[in-house]
């Protein structure tokens, strides 16, 4: 039997942010059931800080996280977490439509998405054909990040107060005991006051294995894939580029281009693997996109990004239960929002006034909690 203030199931990058923000207040054990930490969606990511990305909730989080990826803690990385990338968003003539829509959610977060004429697209990124570009956004303020860095960081820095990470430990049950949790692996056994629920695709079947009604969450297929990049064309300042319909993106990466299908298919929580299909479909979209043809795919994956049914993460206690913390539904966003998400989290857990930064951003608990959920539903 082990003992500590919180429980945290979940090893990819949500857990380890709020283990990182808890551990020098409370004693943090951190249970993965894999056999080493983010195997699943966090190792799985484009890689990106994107401000002009998502709900305005997530880019609330977005910009809540910029100040600390900028500038990380003195220690926490040898590296710089953020490096120049930028983002293209491009339309064609029939879609100006959504032009202005996004130049809208822009203004909102008091940000500027710079307009480019077609021309304009491609003299950043020579390869687009005219036909799919009579407009563009672009996005100075996105980066590429180093989500690898990043992880790690939380990772060492929670260690450094005393948090355990064990891996290869699925949790069984979670059981009230005598005011608080019990948890329970194949080997190990954790008393805590506290359980955090961080466990990504598989949250709603925790949920259930600690008497809690799942929330509806429903994890969804994205699929990703390596391929060369033109003969002779030196990419590697070019930006991320997305469709305005989000039907692909590729960017540059290492050397070589990483495109997306971008698609949302709804999965049961798995190890997903790549479909032959779809990596053929993001290879045509891109293609189509573009005038080189893609003659080799180095690899391929896919991951899960799960979603709640309005699409905003989820993080606070579970209405009228002791002691379970959701903290999930992070949407493919979490590796941008890590850090601000990983505070909050902190700060509710403790019983501690909203982070000021997030406040100052119009960020309200209510946006995150659990109950909006429950439509009034208490459970015991």
């Not at 029939?94 to 710079?114: C, G, K, P, Q, S």
């Amino acid at each position: 039997m082990e003992t500590a203030d919180i429980c945290i199931v979940g090893g990819g990058m949500a857990g380890a942010s709020i283990a990182y923000h808890l551990a020098p207040q409370a004693r943090v054990l951190l249970l993965e059931r894999e056999p080493h930490v983010a195997y699943h969606s966090s190792g799985r990511s484009a890689a990106m800080y994107t401000p002009q990305y998502g709900s305005p909730v997530i880019r609330q989080l977005t910009a809540g996280s910029g100040p600390f990826v900028r500038e990380p803690p003195a220690g926490f990385t040898a590296t710089p977490l953020l490096s120049e990338r930028g983002f293209l968003t491009i339309g064609a003539a029939d879609e100006r439509a959504l032009l202005e829509l996004h130049v809208a959610r822009a203004a909102a977060t008091a940000a500027t998405l710079v307009r480019l004429t077609g021309a304009e697209a491609r003299a950043l990124v020579p390869v687009l054909r005219p036909a799919a570009v009579d407009w563009a956004l672009y996005d100075r303020d996105a980066m590429d990040l180093d989500v690898e860095a990043l992880l790690q960081g939380f990772l060492r820095g929670a260690r450094s107060n005393g948090a355990r990470v064990a891996t290869s430990a699925e949790v069984l049950e979670i059981r009230a005991d005598g005011g608080r949790c019990r948890v329970r692996t194949a080997e190990l056994e954790v008393q805590a006051d506290v359980v955090v629920n961080a466990a990504g695709a598989w949250a709603d079947e925790l949920a259930m294995r600690a008497g809690v009604a799942p929330l509806g969450l429903v994890p969804q297929r994205r699929t990703a894939f390596v391929f060369d990049a033109p003969a002779g064309v030196d990419c590697a300042r070019w930006p991320m580029v997305s469709d305005v319909e989000e039907r692909f993106y590729f960017k540059p990466d290492a050397g070589r281009l990483l495109g997306s299908l971008a698609e949302e298919v709804p999965s049961p929580p798995c190890d997903a693997q790549p479909d032959d299909l779809d990596v053929a479909t993001a290879v045509d979209r891109i293609e189509q996109a573009t005038d080189f043809p893609i003659r080799r795919v180095v690899r391929s994956w896919t991951g899960l990004r799960t979603f709640a049914p309005d699409r905003d993460p989820v993080s606070g206690f579970e209405p009228g239960t002791r002691g379970f913390y959701w903290h999930a539904a992070l949407g493919g966003y979490g590796i941008q929002t890590a850090a601000a998400l990983g505070e909050f989290a902190a700060s509710q857990i403790l019983g501690r006034e909203l982070p000021a930064a997030l406040a100052a951003r119009g960020l309200d608990a209510a946006q995150l909690a659990p109950a909006r959920l429950r439509g009034g539903e208490r459970l015991r």
